[in-house]
């Protein structure tokens, strides 16, 4: 089955130290291990890849936006290893509000 989105909330793991995991039944959402991709949230573009353990690291996205346990991520798969990130619940820190 091939899915355009991936949506999941954060586990509180996750959500503290920075990555998320991708289960096997939506890691060919995703590319293949060590491949980079781009992922787009608030017009910037972050350069990603997946571990060899189904994670993405994911601390340079904190750099604006601080995602909590239980915050929702929806991915929307673009084109050519091109994803952008919707992240409803989640917030810019507010010193950068």
């Known amino acids: 089955m091939l899915l355009d989105e991936y949506s999941r909330p954060l586990k509180k793991p996750e959500a503290r130290h920075r990555y998320w995991h991708i289960q096997k039944a939506d890691r060919d959402f995703f ?4 491949v980079v991709f781009k992922l787009m949230l608030d017009n910037k573009t972050y350069e990603l890849k997946v571990n060899h353990k189904d994670d993405i690291m994911t601390g340079q996205l904190y750099e604006k936006y601080r995602f909590l346990e239980g915050d929702r991520i929806i991915v929307t798969k673009k084109k050519n290893n091109s994803y ?4 409803p ?3 810019p820190y507010p010193e950068l509000d």
């Open 89 to 91: 619940d989640s917030n």
């Open 31 to 34: 590319p293949e291990s060590g």
């Open 84 to 87: 952008v990130l919707q992240a």
